[in-house]
């Protein structure tokens, strides 16, 4: 039964040798989704024992922690790996039909095993108890994305992956660099073992040069403002499964990162007492959620601007670590869990108009609100869910942050937060009016196939389903926080 | 039934309605049919509600939040507001039949789906037991209410959509969500309790702040400067602006703005905050300069939108007051004006249909062709002025009085300076349209009214709206017990 905990990481790794040697068609995809729905199975049955038990330990080779490797979960990364293997389960269905028509036949062995590659990264991110052992995965994964985003069809795909590689592997040296000297101070890479040994230490400038390292090359992979150069090309030139995907688990799983670092590595105490975290991560939280969404609203490629509109998001999930409280972080758990959600399903509402269209520019969506009717409502839903609107999963996020932020006495926050919402409306509507208001010159019917359609409501029904039942969500979230801060809520 | 059972109903009924006309689309007279019958329904459910054994019944949809659920109840203000959106549904649908048929308007299955949503969400707003089951069925409704402003679809429509959306979702969102976070924080509860919640657990200084968000952030009331919207809402077909931008959206603000004064403030509390009688003065500024405005419009419906615009204001007005005598004026005016208001609209909306003409200073000569059309207009004119025997006279009396206990001798001046405004630009229309000569000269005899299905509900309102005069007395009976407890 506690193998499970290592089998969810293991089987996609397989899964993405076995992809990789299958002939090119259909194959490799069935393949695929077949492992992303074991993996979802695995992730609700951990969880709900995590839930229950309060933390699973699995011991690599039966190395004793903290001498080997330890796959653990608790409440936080069990939110993280139903995240994951969720997603991947509605997206991969998905893919086959929108993939097939992106990428050529006879890559689709490679395009799968990366795929298996990246999930196995993702989730090997988030179980592993290990510093050292979430550095190799998130060079796996990352590995991967960088193939992956190169198979998009543009050209400029190209140079998208390249700037991210660059930008990836600047942050994962970093990573690297600041678990070395972790190391070097306490003698162990095991992140519970650390959090125990770090405050012995936490007045040597190793340490503080250790954070340094780990928080900014962290900040580099989940794209924070200003260093989130890379993602929106990357976002707009990658095949729209990939996007869906990436958009919704990859800088997700950083953010997890970020919080287990400063939560529980070295604890709230070091990062907030002895270290100016609330002065690094807020301000830059706010002017980058202000100022992505304004950029948003200027872009012509819907694509691109849910790119931008994504980098905004991760502005609130920070601002929830940065505020330093229980009601912050849960929050930030929730929103990465929520965004995860509706921006998965809005770009997937995009790969159904690619699949049409080949792009996603302004000018395509004119009367598409008659053309393409199911593909538009799921995209009009989903943007009403990252605008916040009542009964949808954005609201709770909402509801949460501003809840933080009143909690603090912190107005110009809840300021900030609202304003950010409004822009959310202001881009969103820009595209509902050209689709609803505006005609083409063809205004004959030209809707989706199901099988891309399907998986695109099941994720836009999540979205109203945790908006209106949110006791799983705010259950796992609230847990995790308090657990992580160890302050209750 | 139980009246739980009702309560529930009362909101799923008109969505179950709105999927069944969808599923309807084809075959119009079986989707008028579908309306007709869920209106039907609904006024049934709330008659229900209203006729219970009285006991006070809170049902539970479900737990949005850990101790924050969306759930309903059967208080007397709630009743008053549901009974009215939900009666004068039946006589609007009557009359979207005949406008928009007569009209050949486009997307007629769009229009009443929405029109059904919409519905639903004034009854939840209506039934709301707390901040947050308000809050969501108020968002329902906006978002709802969009299609409708944008049924013409051209870039007139576009325009005024765009304005109505803007300022309803940016003054809730903004405002009226942080504001209510806020309370929930401070004060643990959002339920709307008689006396309210937030007197001993909110700071003062906090609480004026809040009441400029609440008021504020309650963009559906329509105080200066976030009215915009309400003129701008006038593409609309007519039919939805005689239900929805004279009764159901606009009374769904200052239903909440009287909900949230009474039941979340609590009025003694309210009377302590400083920002009180500032809202107080907005709310007069608003009445008297929406007044003056209105008397500027030519266009008929924009005329009557910056009158409701003003009346609208009345009843903020009541609320800030902070007293009993007022406030009851204030819940009183809901029932008057939109009786007044709703026969004005379809008197609009059938000179658009018969005549197409939309100017006032086109109907000169117009009330010898469409009698009774105008003199609908003339009824609902004086209901809206406030003359005996329309019923608009009792909420003004209850009014005037609560502005005169208080010591407010200014608001009793701006609210009898209104009263004439709102003589000099309603009066008009039906002197011109009854005495002047027709302005192109066509004199031939004989009447040219709008199709039955529009005359039949404007004279059933003005009938409505003199029946109120008699009915008064019961009704403020009943509405007292709000400030019971």
Same mark, same amino acid.
């Given at each position: 039964?506690?193998?499970?905990?290592?089998?969810?990481?293991?089987?996609?790794?397989?899964?993405?040798?076995?992809?990789?040697?299958?002939?090119?068609?259909?194959?490799?995809?069935?393949?695929?989704?077949?492992?992303?729905?074991?993996?979802?199975?695995?992730?609700?049955?951990?969880?709900?024992?995590?839930?229950?038990?309060?933390?699973?330990?699995?011991?690599?080779?039966?190395?004793?922690?903290?001498?080997?490797?330890?796959?653990?979960?608790?409440?936080?990364?069990?939110?993280l790996a139903?995240l994951i293997s969720g997603l991947a389960?509605?997206v991969?269905?998905?893919?086959?039909?929108?993939?097939?028509?992106?990428?050529?036949?006879?890559?689709?062995?490679?395009?799968?095993?990366?795929?298996?590659?990246f999930l196995?990264g993702q989730m090997?991110i988030a179980?592993?108890?290990?510093?050292?052992?979430?550095?190799?995965?998130?060079?796996?994964s990352?590995?991967?994305t960088?193939?992956?985003?190169?198979?998009?069809?543009?050209?400029?795909?190209?140079?998208?992956?390249?700037?991210?590689?660059?930008?990836?592997?600047?942050?994962?040296?970093?990573?690297?660099?600041?678990?070395?000297?972790?190391?070097?101070?306490?003698?162990?890479?095991?992140?519970?073992?650390?959090?125990?040994?770090?405050?012995?230490?936490?007045?040597?400038?190793?340490?503080?040069?250790?954070?340094?390292?780990?928080?900014?090359?962290?900040?580099?992979?989940?794209?924070?403002?200003?260093?989130?150069?890379?993602?929106?090309?990357?976002?707009?030139?990658?095949?729209?499964?990939?996007?869906a995907l990436m958009a919704a688990t990859a800088t997700k799983v950083a953010i997890y990162?970020?919080?287990?670092?400063?939560?529980?590595?070295?604890?709230?105490?070091?990062?907030?007492?002895?270290?100016?975290?609330?002065?690094?991560?807020?301000?830059?939280?706010?002017?980058?959620?202000?100022?992505?969404?304004?950029?948003?609203?200027?872009?012509?490629?819907?694509?691109?601007?849910?790119?931008?509109?994504?980098?905004?998001?991760?502005?609130?999930?920070?601002?929830?670590?940065?505020?330093?409280?229980?009601?912050?972080?849960?929050?930030?758990?929730?929103?990465l869990f929520?965004h995860a959600?509706?921006k998965g399903?809005?770009?997937?509402?995009?790969?159904?108009?690619?699949?049409?269209?080949?792009?996603?520019?302004?000018?395509?969506?004119?009367?598409?609100?008659?053309?393409?009717?199911?593909?538009?409502?799921?995209?009009?839903?989903?943007?009403?869910?990252?605008?916040?609107?009542?009964?949808?999963?954005?609201?709770?996020?909402?509801?949460?942050?501003?809840?933080?932020?009143?909690?603090?006495?912190?107005?110009?926050?809840?300021?900030?937060?609202?304003?950010?919402?409004?822009?959310?409306?202001?881009?969103?509507?820009?595209?509902?009016?050209?689709?609803?208001?505006?005609?083409?010159?063809?205004?004959?019917?030209?809707?989706?196939?199901?099988?891309?359609?399907?998986?695109?409501?099941?994720?836009?029904?999540?979205?109203?389903?945790?908006?209106?039942?949110?006791?799983?969500?705010?259950?796992?979230?609230?847990?995790?926080?308090?657990?992580?801060?160890?302050?209750?809520? | 039934?139980?009246?739980?059972?009702?309560?529930?109903?009362?909101?799923?009924?008109?969505?179950?309605?709105?999927?069944?006309?969808?599923?309807?689309?084809?075959?119009?007279?079986?989707?008028?049919?579908?309306?007709?019958?869920?209106?039907?329904?609904?006024?049934?459910?709330?008659?229900?509600?209203?006729?219970?054994?009285?006991?006070?019944?809170?049902?539970?949809?479900?737990?949005?939040?850990?101790?924050?659920?969306?759930?309903?109840?059967?208080?007397?203000?709630?009743?008053?507001?549901?009974?009215?959106?939900?009666?004068?549904?039946?006589?609007?649908?009557?009359?979207?039949?005949?406008?928009?048929?007569?009209?050949?308007?486009?997307?007629?299955?769009?229009?009443?789906?929405?029109?059904?949503?919409?519905?639903?969400?004034?009854?939840?707003?209506?039934?709301?037991?707390?901040?947050?089951?308000?809050?969501?069925?108020?968002?329902?409704?906006?978002?709802?209410?969009?299609?409708?402003?944008?049924?013409?679809?051209?870039?007139?429509?576009?325009?005024?959509?765009?304005?109505?959306?803007?300022?309803?979702?940016?003054?809730?969102?903004?405002?009226?969500?942080?504001?209510?976070?806020?309370?929930?924080?401070?004060?643990?509860?959002?339920?709307?309790?008689?006396?309210?919640?937030?007197?001993?657990?909110?700071?003062?200084?906090?609480?004026?702040?809040?009441?400029?968000?609440?008021?504020?952030?309650?963009?559906?009331?329509?105080?200066?400067?976030?009215?915009?919207?309400?003129?701008?809402?006038?593409?609309?077909?007519?039919?939805?602006?005689?239900?929805?931008?004279?009764?159901?959206?606009?009374?769904?603000?200052?239903?909440?703005?009287?909900?949230?004064?009474?039941?979340?403030?609590?009025?003694?509390?309210?009377?302590?905050?400083?920002?009180?009688?500032?809202?107080?003065?907005?709310?007069?500024?608003?009445?008297?300069?929406?007044?003056?405005?209105?008397?500027?419009?030519?266009? &008929?419906?924009?005329?009557?939108?910056?009158?409701?615009?003003?009346? &609208?204001?009345?009843?903020?007005?009541?609320?800030?007051?902070?007293?009993?005598?007022?406030?009851?004026?204030?819940?009183?005016?809901?029932?008057?004006?939109?009786?007044?208001?709703?026969?004005?609209?379809?008197?609009?909306?059938?000179?658009?249909?018969?005549?197409?003409?939309?100017?006032?200073?086109?109907?000169?000569?117009?009330?010898?062709?469409?009698?009774?059309?105008?003199?609908?207009?003339?009824?609902?004119?004086?209901?809206?002025?406030?003359?005996?025997?329309?019923?608009?006279?009792?909420?003004?009396?209850?009014?005037?009085?609560?502005?005169?206990?208080?010591?407010?001798?200014?608001?009793?001046?701006?609210?009898?300076?209104?009263?004439?405004?709102?003589?000099?630009?309603?009066?008009?229309?039906?002197?011109?349209?009854?005495?002047?000569?027709?302005?192109?000269?066509?004199?031939?005899?004989?009447?040219?009214?709008?199709?039955?299905?529009?005359?039949?509900?404007?004279?059933?309102?003005?009938?409505?709206?003199?029946?109120?005069?008699?009915?008064?007395?019961?009704?403020?009976?009943?509405?007292?017990?709000?400030?019971?407890?």
């Amino acid at each position: 039964m506690s193998q499970t905990l290592a089998l969810i990481v293991v089987v996609p790794m397989l899964g993405a040798a076995v992809a990789a040697l299958l002939p090119a068609g259909r194959l490799p995809w069935l393949l695929a989704t077949a492992v992303s729905w074991y993996m979802l199975a695995a992730a609700a049955m951990l969880a709900g024992q995590a839930m229950d038990l309060g933390v699973l330990s699995y011991a690599m080779g039966n190395w004793e922690p903290p001498f080997g490797i330890e796959y653990r979960l608790d409440p936080a990364n069990a939110l993280l790996a139903l995240l994951i293997s969720g997603l991947a389960a509605v997206v991969l269905p998905f893919a086959g039909r929108s993939l097939a028509s992106e990428v050529p036949e006879e890559k689709s062995p490679y395009l799968y095993g990366a795929l298996l590659l990246f999930l196995c990264g993702q989730m090997g991110i988030a179980v592993s108890g290990d510093a050292f052992n979430i550095f190799v995965f998130l060079e796996i994964s990352s590995l991967a994305t960088y193939t992956l985003i190169a198979l998009g069809r543009d050209r400029r795909a190209l140079t998208a992956s390249f700037s991210y590689l660059i930008m990836g592997t600047v942050g994962a040296t970093f990573f690297l660099i600041g678990v070395g000297l972790l190391y070097a101070m306490t003698g162990t890479l095991n992140m519970a073992d650390l959090a125990l040994r770090i405050p012995e230490v936490a007045a040597s400038r190793t340490v503080h040069t250790a954070y340094a390292f780990i928080v900014v090359g962290v900040c580099l992979k989940l794209a924070l403002f200003p260093l989130h150069l890379w993602l929106p090309n990357a976002y707009t030139y990658a095949p729209s499964a990939v996007t869906a995907l990436m958009a919704a688990t990859a800088t997700k799983v950083a953010i997890y990162l970020l919080i287990r670092f400063i939560y529980s590595v070295f604890g709230a105490d070091f990062s907030f007492g002895e270290m100016p975290t609330v002065y690094l991560l807020v301000p830059l939280a706010v002017v980058g959620l202000l100022s992505t969404s304004v950029v948003a609203i200027g872009q012509d490629k819907i694509k691109r601007m849910l790119a931008y509109s994504s980098v905004a998001q991760i502005g609130y999930m920070v601002l929830g670590i940065g505020m330093a409280s229980a009601t912050g972080l849960t929050a930030a758990l929730l929103h990465l869990f929520n965004h995860a959600l509706m921006k998965g399903a809005l770009f997937m509402a995009l790969g159904c108009i690619a699949i049409r269209f080949g792009t996603s520019r302004l000018e395509v969506f004119r009367g598409l609100g008659r053309r393409m009717p199911w593909t538009m409502a799921a995209f009009v839903a989903g943007g009403l869910s990252l605008i916040g609107v009542p009964l949808t999963v954005g609201f709770i996020s909402k509801w949460y942050l501003v809840l933080a932020a009143i909690e603090l006495g912190w107005w110009p926050i809840v300021a900030v937060i609202i304003v950010g919402s409004l822009l959310a409306v202001v881009y969103i509507w820009r595209v509902v009016e050209v689709a609803y208001l505006q005609t083409a010159d063809d205004m004959s019917r030209c809707e989706a196939p199901l099988s891309l359609l399907v998986p695109t409501w099941v994720l836009i029904l999540a979205n109203f389903w945790f908006g209106i039942d949110t006791r799983l969500t705010i259950g796992i979230a609230e847990r995790a926080a308090a657990m992580l801060s160890g302050l209750t809520p | 039934m139980s009246t739980a059972l009702a309560l529930k109903l009362a909101v799923f009924v008109p969505l179950l309605g709105a999927i069944l006309i969808l599923l309807a689309d084809r075959r119009p007279n079986l989707r008028e049919g579908i309306t007709l019958v869920t209106a039907l329904a609904l006024f049934a459910l709330v008659l229900r509600v209203a006729f219970g054994d009285g006991a006070p019944v809170e049902t539970t949809l479900i737990e949005l939040l850990p101790g924050l659920s969306i759930a309903l109840h059967n208080e007397n203000l709630s009743i008053l507001f549901a009974a009215v959106a939900s009666g004068l549904w039946i006589v609007t649908s009557i009359y979207s039949i005949g406008y928009m048929r007569g009209n050949k308007e486009q997307h007629q299955t769009r229009f009443y789906a929405c029109f059904a949503i919409a519905l639903a969400g004034a009854v939840g707003v209506a039934f709301s037991a707390n901040m947050l089951t308000l809050f969501v069925f108020y968002e329902v409704l906006t978002l709802s209410t969009y299609p409708l402003v944008a049924h013409k679809e051209d870039a007139n429509a576009k325009r005024g959509a765009r304005v109505y959306l803007a300022i309803l979702l940016a003054t809730s969102i903004g405002f009226l969500l942080p504001a209510m976070i806020a309370v929930w924080w401070h004060a643990g509860t959002l339920d709307f309790v008689p006396g309210g919640v937030m007197a001993g657990r909110i700071d003062p200084a906090l609480g004026a702040l809040l009441l400029v968000l609440f008021m504020y952030g309650i963009g559906k009331a329509a105080l200066m400067p976030f009215h915009r919207w309400l003129p701008s809402a006038m593409v609309a077909p007519t039919p939805v602006s005689a239900l929805l931008h004279a009764v159901a959206v606009v009374k769904a603000g200052v239903f909440t703005v009287l909900k949230v004064s009474v039941y979340l403030f609590g009025l003694d509390y309210l009377k302590e905050l400083w920002s009180s009688e500032l809202m107080l003065y907005v709310a007069v500024f608003t009445l008297l300069a929406a007044s003056l405005v209105a008397l500027q419009q030519d266009n &008929l419906k924009a005329r009557l939108a910056y009158s409701t615009v003003s009346q &609208l204001s009345y009843i903020v007005a009541a609320a800030m007051l902070a007293n009993e005598m007022a406030a009851l004026g204030g819940a009183m005016h809901i029932v008057m004006h939109a009786f007044g208001k709703i026969t004005l609209f379809f008197c609009a909306g059938a000179i658009y249909v018969a005549t197409k003409k939309t100017e006032i200073s086109d109907m000169d000569g117009l009330g010898r062709r469409m009698p009774v059309t105008f003199a609908a207009f003339f009824v609902g004119a004086l209901c809206v002025i406030g003359v005996p025997p329309l019923g608009g006279v009792w909420s003004k009396w209850y009014l005037l009085s609560g502005a005169y206990d208080s010591g407010h001798a200014l608001v009793v001046v701006a609210l009898m300076l209104s009263t004439l405004l709102n003589i000099a630009y309603l009066v008009p229309p039906v002197v011109r349209a009854f005495l002047l000569p027709a302005r192109d000269g066509d004199e031939s005899p004989g009447l040219r009214e709008a199709p039955l299905l529009c005359v039949l509900p404007l004279s059933l309102t003005a009938l409505g709206g003199l029946a109120m005069f008699f009915l008064a007395a019961p009704l403020s009976q009943r509405l007292m017990a709000m400030f019971a407890g």
